[in-house]
């Protein structure tokens, strides 16, 4: 899940050097969410 996050971040950062700001802000949204859930699925394996 953390690859798919660098992923989408990547495509984010060449997305916005290429000016396509709307796909840019929404790879990084999606980058975002899946951090999220890679910290709480970590933080629960840890956990149990």
Request: charged share 5%.
């Amino acid at each position: 899940m953390l690859e798919l996050a660098i992923l989408f971040f990547v495509l984010a950062i060449v997305a916005g050097a290429l000016g396509a700001g709307g796909i840019a802000g929404l790879s990084m949204t999606i980058a975002k969410w899946l951090v999220i859930a890679f910290l709480v699925l970590a933080v629960v394996s840890f956990l149990l």
